[in-house]
């Protein structure tokens, strides 16, 4: 069982393997994403029943909670790949990092702007600078940061491995920025308490937000799939199973 | 049982309009984006080999 | 030679060479109080309104600073192949790297914060905080050179790699000026410092500890 994973796992780590792996997910990934999302926006926006406190409002948390919780994930994925990638040395990892970063930058852009729009109708302005909004913020800040790295670097395996590298710093300081955010935030706490989310949650509520998690999950290994095929037959356009697979 | 939100009395009605709009908006775009892209390799790749292909 | 011998041999030779080029470090020191003098010019210079924003000006003014010495790290090394050298020598990089930063911060963040006393003066920041604001910039100044020497190399070898460096590093600088400024702040408002100070030494050693590995490993990126 155990060598029976190690060997596909090996197996993957060849860019013709993976490429014609992920070509056949693609399509099956796609379908369950639609069929989520459809299905956890139905009961987001339908079924649940309106929030005692914040009223309609609050159906903003079934895009903008999944889009912060990608944006956290993402990144992590992106470290862990960072870590394969340098050790390794595995392509499809270093492939994973440059295609997931602009996926992870979009998603703490939603997570961002959702935020805001939730922001005025329940504390009356668009932006605060509260902790959880400022680390977004900042989380931002480092997804750009690793897509300018990657722009910046001519050759693709050395740029792949540099952003690798920029990831793993990124993660290490992701709860520290976290953190220190928190810390500053409740020193200044001025006489707005952030905290949309609610403590005890009518199940009615729960269900559809974890499908839209789910769903956006399932949207975030769709795209990535796509772009790590377009990414590896940019890399390796010049060789024999490029050929093969394209005609 | 409705989209009771539309007709929200307070007004939250345009925030959660815009929110999901702009969530929409921003995943159709990753995924024309991520397919043009793809298309334009797939094109650029096929006329590189075509090339070769014709040299030799 | 052993560890020792070749850390110091590192120390003084990065320092023997800031010192021919004092113009330089004369240059990081007079930014430093440049931009913290435009601040006033940009508001009404009343002592009570400048006061308050004094430890984020200061620090942010630190930050800035450090990010424009950062290039003389590597660059010069890495043009003239000594960088080479020093990875290829028998002792581990990492080691080698502590021993060029701890140069580097004494003829830059050691510096900044002789600076600040006066400067913070200047902005009329109340002179009982002044050593709390030392011992955060202190603390802090080595942090700025760790994190921001493994930016620049990952940045050593790109052309135009300043302002991709400012991009790749300030985010990173974020939970350092949060708790360097905020203690100062706090200790301005009569506020205990301990909590943020500690904090900041444990950032320092957390920083001393992995900085080096990353900023070799990305030295081996950046030089093959």
Redo the contacts between chains.
């Keep these: 069982m155990w060598t029976l994973i190690k060997t596909s796992f090996h197996k993957l780590g060849s860019p013709p393997t993976f490429y014609a792996f992920a070509g056949t997910l693609v399509p099956w990934l796609a379908l369950l994403t639609l069929g989520l999302m459809g299905y956890g926006l139905y009961g987001g926006?339908?079924?649940a029943p309106?929030d005692y406190q914040q009223?309609?409002?609050f159906?903003?948390i079934y895009?903008?909670v999944p889009?912060a919780w990608m944006s956290l994930f993402v990144y992590v994925t992106m470290a862990v790949a960072g870590v394969v990638a340098?050790i390794w040395r595995m392509k499809i990892a270093e492939v994973w990092i440059t295609a997931s970063a602009?996926?992870g930058a979009?998603f703490t852009?939603?997570a961002l702007?959702?935020g805001s729009?939730?922001g005025?109708?329940m504390w009356g302005t668009y932006w605060v600078w509260d902790a959880r909004l400022t680390s977004e913020l900042?989380l931002l800040?480092?997804y750009?940061?690793v897509i300018?790295?990657n722009a910046?670097?001519e050759d693709r395996r050395?740029a792949a491995?540099?952003c690798a590298?920029?990831a793993?710093?990124?993660v290490?300081?992701i709860p520290?920025?976290h953190?220190?955010?928190e810390?500053?935030y409740t020193?200044h706490q001025g006489p707005i308490m952030a905290n949309p989310a609610n403590p005890t949650v009518h199940p009615d509520m729960l269900w559809p937000l974890l499908m839209m998690a789910l769903a956006f999950n399932l949207?975030f290994f769709t795209?990535v799939l796509?772009?790590m095929?377009?990414e590896l037959?940019?890399r390796e356009?010049n060789s024999r199973w490029?050929?093969e697979a394209?005609? | 049982?409705?989209?009771?939100?539309l007709l929200?009395p307070?007004?939250?009605?345009p925030?959660?309009l815009?929110?999901?709009g702009?969530?929409f908006v921003?995943?159709a775009w990753?995924?024309l984006a991520?397919?043009i892209?793809?298309s334009r390799?797939?094109r650029?790749?096929?006329s590189?080999?075509r090339a070769r292909k014709g040299k030799s | 030679m052993g560890m020792l011998a070749a850390f110091t041999g590192v120390i003084r030779r990065d320092l023997r060479l800031s010192l021919r080029h004092r113009g330089d470090l004369a240059m990081a020191l007079l930014f430093f109080v440049i931009v913290v003098c435009l601040f006033p010019l940009g508001t009404r210079p009343e002592a009570g309104l400048l006061a308050r924003y004094a430890p984020a000006i200061l620090w942010v003014a630190a930050l800035l600073s450090t990010l424009l010495t950062l290039e003389r790290l590597f660059r010069s090394d890495f043009e003239d192949g000594s960088l080479e050298q020093m990875l290829l020598s028998p002792y581990p990089t990492p080691w080698l790297m502590l021993a060029k930063l701890l140069a580097h911060w004494l003829s830059t963040g050691l510096l900044l914060v002789l600076a600040a006393p006066i400067l913070a003066l200047i902005l009329g920041l109340p002179a009982k905080v002044i050593p709390i604001l030392l011992l955060s910039l202190l603390l802090g100044t080595p942090i700025l050179s760790l994190i921001g020497a493994?930016g620049m190399a990952?940045?050593v070898?790109?052309p135009r790699?300043g302002m991709?460096l400012a991009?790749?590093v300030?985010?990173?600088y974020?939970?350092v000026l949060?708790?360097g400024a905020?203690s100062v702040s706090?200790a301005v408002d009569g506020?205990p410092v301990q909590?943020?100070m500690l904090?900041l030494a444990a950032?320092l050693v957390l920083a001393l500890t992995?900085a080096p590995f990353?900023i070799a490993?990305?030295l081996r990126?950046?030089v093959?």
């Design positions: 926006l339908a079924l309106a009223g309609e409002g159906r903003i895009v903008h889009s340098l602009p996926l979009s852009f939603l702007v959702t729009l939730w005025k109708p900042v800040f480092l750009l940061g300018a790295l910046a670097i050395t491995r540099a590298l920029l793993i710093v990124g290490v300081n520290i920025i953190y220190s955010v810390w500053w020193l949207f795209l796509m772009r095929r377009t037959l940019d356009r490029v050929e394209l005609t | 049982m409705s989209l009771s939100f929200d307070t007004g939250h009605g925030f959660i815009a929110s999901y702009i969530s921003v995943m990753i995924v991520s397919a892209r793809g390799v797939r650029e790749i096929l590189e080999i | 493994i990952l940045t070898g790109l790699g991709l991009l790749l300030l985010p990173l974020a939970p949060i708790f905020n706090a506020l909590g943020p904090l950032m992995l990353a490993a990305a990126v950046s093959e």
